[in-house]
């Protein structure tokens, strides 16, 4: 059985280039491109081994009545999904990458504060990298040993 990847990212550049590598070792990769998207998938409570999350992604097509009271986009939704994450799968919570390209040291606290496993900064990112960082926070390689 090939191990499960969600993977979170509105770039569809990054998504063909880096999931590639992944794929190729043996991960079965499901994706979503919005924050709604992500939530579907999240709220229905599949198993992952590991979680890529992108934390700049497209809000939802249909704001929340919190966000059109700020009246104003909310920059760092990945933060929110990496929440809705967290309460869903609690303590059985996957392994979750945090991918971006934000370097403000608040959001880093804040992806620190909601236990992200491991950051990777965007620019320059190579397949190998982000294989290497999933098969350290899965202890895997991506083919069922069993």
């Given at each position: 059985m090939k191990k499960r990847l969600l993977w979170i990212e509105d770039d569809a550049f990054a998504l063909g280039a880096l999931v590639s590598g992944l794929r190729k070792t043996g991960w079965d990769i499901v994706t979503a491109t919005t924050e709604a998207e992500a939530i579907t998938i999240i709220d229905q409570g599949q198993h992952w081994d590991v979680i890529l999350l992108d934390i700049i992604i497209p809000e939802q097509e249909n704001p929340t009545q919190e966000s059109?009271?700020?009246?104003?986009?909310?920059?760092?939704?990945g933060l929110d999904v990496l929440t809705r994450i967290n309460n869903r799968y609690g303590a059985g919570r996957p392994?979750?990458?945090?991918?971006?390209?934000?370097?403000?040291?608040?959001?880093?606290?804040?992806?620190?504060?909601?236990?992200?496993?491991?950051i990777l900064t965007k620019g320059g990112l190579v397949p190998k990298e982000v294989e290497g960082a999933v098969k350290q926070v899965s202890g895997s390689d991506g083919a069922e040993n069993g």
């Open positions: 059109l009271l700020r009246g104003r986009p909310r920059p760092f939704i392994p979750v990458v945090a991918i971006t390209k934000v370097t403000d040291e608040r959001v880093r606290q804040r992806l620190s504060e909601l236990h992200v496993d491991k």
